[in-house]
T-cell receptor, first 111, second 112 residues
């Protein structure tokens, strides 16, 4: 099953611009996580936001969570070429921390 | 610090041949371990997870199996590969009660 759905599927911006990616999910959650994947590499955890939190910051990253709309957004401010990657949201389903990932947003930041 | 290794990095195998992918974690004990498959340009699909030695749970019916012979070793196997087994296989670990997962570098498998 696919819990999270990211939007847009692809995003192309210039360096210095902000990038916003959205994620929608279907069931109740305890937390929502965002991961980043450089081409052909493993995923790297970026940030986790709990269901009782509405906003969280980490460096140039800002994540919001709206549990009433079952949606989250990831904002990358002042983007850099090195931010070029795919970004995935993930929610935990059942026990044992099983994560369900969306299809991801492919971000391209042009110098 | 904890590290996670996967090998091989890439593999090209003929249809019908066996498969063994290995994942090992260092610097932690009693981790939860996970195998995912990623099709090109897609998200990750959870295949197996394990909460202890010899304990394997399968998420989707398929041609693959998993084993955990040691606390920090997770193996993905197949007796006979299918074309549809091609993909990028990722191993991940998390603490027993933690929420964040840490991923290995992945193995790219091409079945011809």
């Amino acid at each position: 099953s696919q819990q999270g759905e990211e939007d847009p599927q692809a995003l192309s911006i210039q360096e210095g611009e902000n990038a916003t990616m959205n994620c929608s999910y279907k069931t109740s959650i305890n937390n929502l996580q965002w991961y980043r994947q450089n081409s052909g590499r493993g995923l790297v955890h970026l940030i986790l936001i709990r269901s009782n939190e509405r906003e969280k910051h980490s460096g140039r990253l800002r994540v919001t969570l709206d549990t009433s709309k079952k949606s989250s957004s990831l904002l990358i401010t002042a983007s850099r070429a090195a931010d070029t990657a795919s970004y995935f949201c993930a929610t935990a389903e059942g026990g044992y921390n099983k994560l369900i990932f969306g299809a991801g947003t492919r971000l391209a930041v042009h110098p | 610090s904890q590290t996670i290794h996967q090998w091989p990095a890439t593999l090209v195998q003929p249809v019908g041949s066996p498969l063994s992918l290995e994942c090992t974690v260092e610097g932690t004990s009693n981790p939860n371990l996970y195998w995912y498959r990623q099709a090109a340009g897609r998200g990750l699909q959870l295949l197996f997870y394990s909460v202890g030695i010899g304990q394997i749970s399968s998420e989707v019916p398929q041609n693959l199996s998993a084993s955990r012979p040691q606390d920090r070793q997770f193996i993905l196997s197949s007796k006979k590969l299918l074309l549809s087994d091609s993909g990028f296989y990722l191993c991940a670990w998390s603490g027993a009660v933690a929420e964040t997962q840490y991923f290995g570098p992945g193995t790219r498998l091409l079945v011809l």
